[in-house]
């Protein structure tokens, strides 16, 4: 009788994990397209859906709703920002910035695991967590771009980090506070 209980409890287990998943990786597929474009790079609500997706599921679980959702956009599903979709993009100029994700979220994930309030303390180390990754983000962004798009270094940066601060610094702020709110109503309601 016990095993059947730890198995069902296992199962549910299981279902959860997948569940949790699957929805942050539609939140993913949602947020992604929507831009607003400023220049030859659009602002993306795709890393607002980044760093969230890190601090309500941690890095494990945050890294598989990511990859879930670069798998939808290599099928031919236009989630990548504009809509875009395909192979051609993660290999175009903005590309490094959507292969930035898979190293987005462990970081984020990894340093808010532990954190179990939503004060000051826990507001300032989410809001860290996302800004080194912000910082992965544009190195590897900005990096392809150079690669593919044959800029220069200032001008890159000029082109692809500079316009984009005060965006990103607003995402990761507004990405912090739901998500470490998020977190803990899901930890209090027994779902993480």
């Known amino acids: 009788m016990k095993d059947k209980v730890k198995k069902s409890t296992s199962d549910k287990s299981k279902a959860y994990y997948l ?7 539609a939140v993913l597929c949602v947020f992604s397209p929507i831009t ?5 790079i659009p602002v993306t609500l795709s890393t ?60 984020i994930g990894f340093i808010t695991a532990r954190l179990q309030d939503n004060g000051f303390p826990s507001f300032l180390l989410s809001i860290g967590a996302c800004m080194l990754a912000m910082l992965v983000c544009y190195a590897l962004g900005t990096l392809q771009f150079m690669l593919v798009a044959n ?3 200032k001008r890159a ?4 980090v500079l316009p984009f601060i005060p965006f990103d610094f607003l995402k990761l702020v507004l ?16 779902y993480l």
């Open 48 to 107: 607002f859906a980044v760093m969230l997706t890190g601090i309500v599921l941690g890095w494990k679980r945050g890294l598989v709703s990511v990859v879930v959702f670069l798998l939808i956009g290599l099928c031919g599903i236009p989630v990548f920002s504009s809509g875009r979709s395909g192979f051609p993009v993660l290999v175009g100029p903005t590309g490094g910035y959507i292969w930035s994700y898979l190293l987005m979220v462990p970081i």
């Open 19 to 25: 569940a949790e998943c699957a929805l942050m990786a």
């Open 151 to 153: 800029y220069e270094l």
């Open 157 to 160: 940066l000029a082109v692809c």
């Open 175 to 190: 990405a912090s506070m739901l998500g470490l709110n998020v977190k803990l109503k899901l930890k209090k309601a027994g």
């Open 36 to 40: 607003l474009p400023i220049g030859p």
